[in-house]
């Protein structure tokens, strides 16, 4: 009997034993399975690259002086529209910085906590103006700014491999975008003091704004006229031949 029991109670052991492991890897396996699939945000979000980081503390440093700017602006434009506008921009600006926060966060990005030199002295030029001009600098400034920092946007959009400073940048560009067309809404953007586009590579704008290309471009730049350079240029071809021509009679 006692010779019997012993393989008994060896089999109930072994499979006692058998039970526990299967369902410690039963209640493993989800955990496991999880733990593969938890990957960290930065990893998932792609490469970081300088022009990302940059852009991230250009959007901050716009909003750490637009937000207060637009608050002045609603508070003593004297145009009712610039008030308005003032008032929105603010508003918007406060909503942007919120997000590139986050995503500065997410990434591990510095950024600044007050304006930068040219935005303090902004911020005070419009602190010391009323009246009509108040409106005009507050226009001017902000249009001039966003002009700037709106293809600086859309070239990081357009090009990195980050996944939050994309996110980022399209809420940006909408941002930007908006203000732009609202500023100009206004009637007061001094459109002739803002930065031409650039044009093709070689090509120089007259002060009237026609685009010149090539030696032209060059030659009227230096003053040269147009038709002198056709003339000069005439004339070594005809030396030229005649040059040849002799050669020829010679031999």
């Known amino acids: 009997m006692v010779s019997a029991s012993r393989p008994r109670r060896a089999m109930r052991w072994a499979a006692a034993v058998v039970a526990g ?26 490469p970081l690259t300088s022009a990302d980081q940059d852009l991230l503390v250009k959007v901050r440093l716009a909003g750490l002086w637009e937000m207060p700017a637009g608050q002045m602006a609603a508070e003593k434009g004297s145009n009712k529209r610039v008030r ?20 500065a966060g997410k990434l591990g990005v510095p950024l600044p906590d007050e304006p930068n030199t040219d935005q303090r002295f902004w911020l005070r030029e419009m602190t010391e103006a009323s009246g009509p001009q108040f409106d005009t ?3 001017d400034r902000l249009r001039a700014a966003h002009g700037k920092v709106f293809p600086a946007i859309a070239n990081v959009r357009a090009g990195t491999r980050n996944d939050v400073v994309r996110e980022l940048a399209q809420a940006a560009n909408g941002f ?8 100009e809404s206004t009637g007061l953007v001094d459109y002739e003091g803002l930065p031409r586009p650039a044009g093709p590579a070689g090509a120089v704008y007259t002060n009237d704004g026609t685009l010149l290309e090539g030696a032209v471009a060059r030659a009227n730049a230096d003053g040269i ?15 030229g031949v005649i040059a040849t021509f002799r050669v020829i009679r010679s031999r």
């Open 21 to 46: 492991l299967t369902s410690g890897l039963v209640g493993l396996a989800p955990a496991t399975a999880e733990a593969a699939t938890r990957v960290p945000a930065r990893a998932a979000a792609g």
């Open 84 to 103: 308005e506008i003032g008032a929105e921009i603010a508003k918007q600006h406060a909503e942007l910085d919120r997000l590139t926060v986050v995503a």
């Open 137 to 139: 600098i507050f226009v």
């Open 176 to 183: 930007v975008l908006n203000h732009l067309t609202m500023l």
């Open 225 to 239: 006229n147009a038709s002198i350079i056709t003339i000069v240029l005439a004339a070594a071809v005809v030396a």
